[in-house]
C-alpha cells in the first residue's frame, strides 16, 4: 500500500456566516496525482488554502507528511510547490530570473538555485525563453513557468490549482504533457480543476465537490463505470443535476 502523504479529516471553513468548506474528508497516497473536481465556487481552492498554510481551518485537521496544517504551517510550506491560478510572475524579471528571485524564499544557495533554475528551463522546453520578459510569453508558455518555479525547492508535493484555465486548447494539451511527465517522475499532484477532460487524462484518483462538500469519489474509469456514463461531463450531471460548463 502507498504511502499516506496528505490526511484532511472533517475540514470545515467558514467566512462570518457562509461555509465555503462544509466538512471534507479525503486522503493521498505519494506518488499519485489527486483530483478535486468541482465547478468554480464548489471550495476547491480554499480547500487547497488550507492546505497550503494559507487560511486557517475553522474546524477539522489536515496532515502533510505527518505534520499539523495547524502546528507546522513554516515546515509544511517549505516542502510545497505551488502553482496558484493567478499569472503570479514578476514582469520586471526574464523567465531565469523570475525561478532565482523565488529560490531565495527557501533559503537555496545561489549556486544551487542557479543550476536548478537551468535545469527546470531545460525540462519545460524553456530554454529559448529563458532571457525573455514574461510579458512577452504566450499564456500557456506563462503556465510552464510557474510550474517550473514551483519546483525550484524539489517539493515532496506540487500542488496545480486549475493550471489550464483560461487558456486555449492547444495550450492547455502542452500544460497537460508537463503534467504528465512529472506523474511519469513520480511527483506527488494534487490537481483542481473544472475541466472534465483533464481530470479523466491526469488524475489516478479525484474527489467530486459541490457546495463545499464531497458527492462522489474514486478513479475516473470507476466513476464512469458506477454511473454508467460516457465522461465526467455526464457523472457530474447526473449527480448535481448541473451542466458544468467551462
Request: net charge neutral.
Amino acid at each position: 500500500m502507498p504511502e499516506v502523504s496528505v490526511k484532511v479529516k472533517n475540514v470545515v471553513k467558514r467566512y462570518g456566516g457562509f461555509t465555503a468548506v462544509a466538512g471534507i474528508s479525503f486522503e493521498m497516497y505519494g506518488g499519485e496525482c489527486f483530483g478535486l473536481l468541482g465547478p468554480n465556487g464548489a471550495g476547491k481552492t480554499t480547500t487547497v488554502k488550507m492546505l497550503c498554510c494559507i487560511h486557517p481551518i475553522t474546524e477539522g485537521e489536515i496532515e502533510v507528511c505527518g505534520l499539523s496544517a495547524r502546528n507546522n504551517p513554516r515546515e509544511i510550506k517549505a516542502m510545497l510547490g505551488v502553482c496558484p491560478q493567478d499569472m503570479s510572475l514578476d514582469p520586471d524579471f526574464n523567465v531565469e530570473r523570475n525561478l532565482l528571485v523565488y529560490a531565495r524564499y527557501f533559503d537555496i544557495p545561489a549556486h544551487e538555485a542557479k543550476l536548478r533554475a537551468v535545469e527546470l528551463i531545460s525540462r519545460f522546453h524553456l530554454d529559448d525563453k529563458s532571457g525573455k520578459p514574461i510579458d512577452e510569453l504566450s499564456g500557456g508558455l506563462k503556465k510552464r513557468v510557474l510550474i517550473a518555479r514551483a519546483l525550484i525547492n524539489n517539493p515532496t508535493l506540487l500542488v496545480l490549482d486549475e493550471p489550464s484555465t483560461g487558456l486555449d486548447p492547444q495550450s492547455r494539451r502542452q500544460v497537460w504533457d508537463s503534467v504528465n511527465a512529472l506523474k511519469k517522475e513520480g511527483i506527488t499532484i494534487l490537481l483542481t480543476t473544472h475541466y472534465m477532460e483533464e481530470a479523466s487524462m491526469l488524475c489516478d484518483r479525484l474527489i467530486v465537490v459541490d457546495g463545499g462538500r464531497i458527492i462522489e469519489s474514486g478513479t475516473p474509469a470507476g466513476l464512469l463505470e458506477k454511473h454508467s456514463c460516457p465522461n465526467l461531463e455526464d457523472v457530474y450531471l447526473k449527480l448535481t443535476g448541473k451542466q458544468l460548463r467551462e
